[in-house]
C-alpha cells in the first residue's frame, strides 16, 4: 500500500488530470502558504530596499534588522478596530477585498512553476489568468463606491479606467507571445501555460529573444502594462497619497486594508509570473541549450543551495557586526539563528543536487528536478519584484490623462503592430 | 459657533454653489474638499475644489486655520520681545524672516549693523534660503510621487541646521539676529564648516538634478502646468521664484539692496513660460547663486563688532517704516508704525506666501485633481505665515 | 511728479517723506482716481501691501495704506488715507487682482469696508468670529472669555 502510495505521489502526469486530485490539493495549499509568505518577505524586503535607496535604515527595532517588522505590522492590523463607515454599504463594502483576495489567488491555479509543479494545467490557462487577473478591478471599484466618499470614488474609477485600458495593450502583447509557440512542426500553438513554456523548451529560446526585437518589445509592453495593473508606482494613481490621501482604500483600516495590501501583493506576484512563463522561459534554467550537457545542469543544480548560503552568508556577517553590547545580545542570537537556518536549507538543497547527481535515487533526482524548476521560477519572479520596488523608488507619478494617453496612444499602437509583424514573420520563417 | 459656520458658509458662497441634495453619484459636479487635514496642502491649508470629473472648475482657499495673531502680539509686546515671534511664521525659513525685522527696527532707528554683522547675516540667510528650497524640492517632489529626492534633500540639509545649532543653538526657529547686529560671535571653525557645506552640497544639487530634471515623468507633470503668466503674476503681486519663473528679472537683493548684499556678484535666474517646471528651474538655479553668494561672503568676511551701538531699550521716534526682503519664498515686508514707545503701534507683515496664494485659483483652473497637489507644491507656501 | 499732481487735486493730496521713505496722504474721495493714476501713468503696477492703523483718539479713527512699487521706476510709494469708522474705501481689485485677500484681511481685522469688493468677507478668522482684532479696543480675552461662559459654563469666563 505503501508502494502504490509513493508511486502515486511521485507520479509525472501532467497536473490537473484525473487521478492527482491529490496532488493538486497539496499544491494548493504550498502555494497559499508560499504566497503568503512571499507577500510578507516582500514587504520587508521593499521597506528595506527602498530606505536603502532613500538613504535611510528602514525597520531596525523588531528582530535583527527588522526581520520580524511584517509580524508586528500583521499583528497590529489584525488587532485594530475594524471601522466600517456609517454611510457605507455594509455588504459590498465587507465583500470588496475579498474579492480582490480571490481574484488575485486564483491565478496561481495555473501559473506552472514547473512542468508537473501547477495545480492545474487548463488548455486555457493564460486566457484564465488574464480574465481571473483582471477581476481584481471589481475588488477595487466596490471598494471605491462602497465607501460612500468623495476620495475613494475618484481612487476607484481611476483605476477601472487605468486596468480597462491597459489590459488591450497587454493582451495583444500576450497573444503576440501565443503566436510564437505555433511556430512548430504542427503549426498549431497553445494556450496552456505549461504549454507555452514548453514551446519554448521546444524552440530553444526564450520568447524575448525571439525575432529579437519583437519578442522584446511585447515583453517591454507587457512589463509596462503590469505595472499599471497593479496600481504600482509610477502609476499608483489609485492610491495617489499625495492626492487623494489613500485612494479606493481610504475608509478602509485594520484587517479589510491588509486584505487589500495582500491582494495587491499577490497580484505583483501573479502578473510577474505571466511574464516570467511567457517570455523568460518560465521554469527553465539560463542558457538551458548553449551551456547542454549533464555537467553544466549540475552546476545550475547547485544554485538553489548556493543562493541559501549566499543569504546565509549575509545573515553571519550581519551577527559579527552586531554591536558588542548586552542590548543586542537577543537580536545578536536571533540573527545567528536565523542564519544558521538559512545555511541548513543551503545544505540541504545543495545535498540533494549532489546526491541527484551520484546516486541513481529516483525520487532524489525528480525532488532536485523539481526545485530546480521552481527554483529558477521563483528567481525570475524576483527580478521582477525588485524592479517594482526600484520603480517606485526613482519615479514621480503620471497624471491620469497621461497615462490614458500613454495606454491608448504609445501602447496599444505599437503592441498591434508587434502582434502583426510576428505574424508576418512568423509566417514567413515558419 | 465659529468653525461650523465658516464650513457651511464661507466656503461655498464664492463659487456658487448650491450644496447637492441628490447622492455624489447623481450630481454633475463634484465637490471634494481637500485638507484641512491633507498629505499634499503642506500644513492646514483647506482648498475646495469644485470638480466635473477629475478638471478643476473652479477652486477656494480656506485659510487661517493656523492664525495667531502675530500683528496683535507684536502690539503687546517690546521691540525685542517680539524678535522670536517672527520665527514662527515662516518657519523653515526663520532666519530670513528675523533678517527682515531686525533690518525694519533698525532703519526706525536709524542705525546700521556693522559689517562684520551684515556678513554673518548674509551667510546664515543664504544657508537659510537654501534650506528652505530644499525643504520645497523634497515636499513637491513628493507630492508629484517620486519619494527620493525628500530623503536627498533633507539628508543635506541636516548638514545647514547643524550650522545653525552650532552658531545659536537652534535648528529652526533660529532667532538668530538681534537689532542692530548679531549676538553671538561665530563660533570657531565656522568659515570652515560652511565652506566644506559649500563643497558638499554642490554635487547634491546636481545629485537631485539628476533624478528630476530630465525625467520624462516630471517632465510631462511639471512643464505646462499652472501657468501664471507675467502680467498676471504682477497683478496678483505674486513675488519670489514664481515671478521670477514667469520672466521678471527682479529679486529685491538687486534692486533695493539690503544688508550688504549690492556687494556680492550673482545673477537672477529667470524662467520663460512660468509653468512649473521653470519654478523648479529657477530654484534650483538660485541655490546655486547662493552658494555663490556665501563662497564670497565667508572668502570676504572683515573682522571687527559684530553690534551697533543700540540703546538698551529700544524706543525709536514717532514714525513709520516699509522694509521688505527677498525670502525664500517672496517679498517680505514689515511695515512698522511707531508712537515713540517701546512697543511697535501697529506692525503689519506683508507675508509673500499669503500673496502667492491667491494666484493658486487662475494657476488651476482647467486643470486636473493631480495638478493641484503639483501647484500647490510649487507655489512654496507655508501655512505658518499665511495664516500668522 | 508730486507737484503736477498737487496742481490737480489741490489741498486734498499731501506729499511727505519719513527716513527716506515717500507717502501721500490723501483725502478719501481722491483715493479712486489717485491710485489709478498712480497704476496708469506713473507705472506703479504692483500693489504691495494694503493695511491699516487704528488711532482711536483721532477724529478719523482709521488710516488706510496701499504700498505701492513701480517695476519701471524701481522706486515704493505709501498712499494713505484717513476716515472715520463706519466709513467705506473704494476697493482697489479692478486696479490690482491681488487687493482681493489684502482688502479682506484689512475687513478681517479692522472691520474696514471695501466698496466693490467682489467677495468681502472674513478670511483668516471664522465668519462667526465677533470684533475686529487690530482695532485697539478689542479685548484680546473677550473672545474667549465667551467661548468659555457659553461652551463650559463658567461665569467667569476664565
Redesign the interface.
Known sequence: MLNSLMSYLGSSVTPGEAGNQLWALIYVLIIFTGVSVAVIAMNWLERKA?AH????LGPMRVGPHGLLQPIADAVKLLLKEDIIPSEADKFVFWIAPLIGLLASFTVYTVVPFGPSQAVSDMNIGILFMLGVSSLGVLGIVMAGWAS?S??P??GAL?SSAQMVSYEVAMGLAVVSAILMTSLNQTGTGTLSMIGIVQAQQEQHVWFLFKFFPLGAIAFVIFAIAMVAETNR??F??AE??????AGFHTEYSGLRWSLFMLAEYAAMIAVSSIAVALWLGGWMRPFSHWLSGGAWDFVFSLFPGLTFLGLAAIAIRGTIRMPKHSLFRIQTIGLGAFAAVLSGIGLLLLGIAVGARAGDHVALARSADALNNVYWFVMKIAVFMYMFIWY???????????LMSVGWKVMLPISLGVLIVTAIVGVIVG | MTAETKNATNALSNLDLETPEKPYLDSNELIINMGPQHPATHGVLRVILKLDGEKVLGTECVIGYLHRGVEKIAENRTYTMFNPYVDRMDYVAAVSNGLGYCQAVEKLLNVEAPPRANYIRVILTELNRIASHQLWLGTHALDIGAMTPLFYTFRDREEILKIFEKYCGARLTTHAFRIGGCQYETYAGFEREVKEFVAFVKPKIDEYEELLTTNRIWLERTKNVGVISAEDAIALGVTGPVLRASGVKWDIRKALPYANYSEFDFEIPIGENGDTYDRYLVRMAEMRQSLRIIEQAVERIPEGPIMAKVPKVIKPAAGEIYHSIEAPKGELGYFIVSDGSTQPYRLRVRPPSFVNLQALDIMVRGLLVADVVAVIGTLDIVLGEVDR | MVEKYRHQYGSGLEAQSYLGQNYFSVDRSLIPNFLKLLRDEEQFDYCVDITAVHYPKREKQFEVIWILYSFARNERVRVKTQIVDGESVASAVPLWATANWLEREVYDMFGIKFDGHPDLKRILLPDGWKGFPLRKDYGILQQDQEWVQINLGIESGQ
Not at chain 1, 53 to 56: A, D, G, M, T, Y
Not at chain 1, 240 to 245: D, F, G, I, M, P
Open positions: 527602498l535607496f532613500q538613504v535611510r460612500n468623495h476620495y470614488l475618484i481611476r508606482a509610477p499608483d494613481l495617489a497619497e499625495s492626492e487623494l490621501t517606485r523608488a526613482t519615479w514621480p507619478r503620471y497624471r491620469f490623462d497621461q
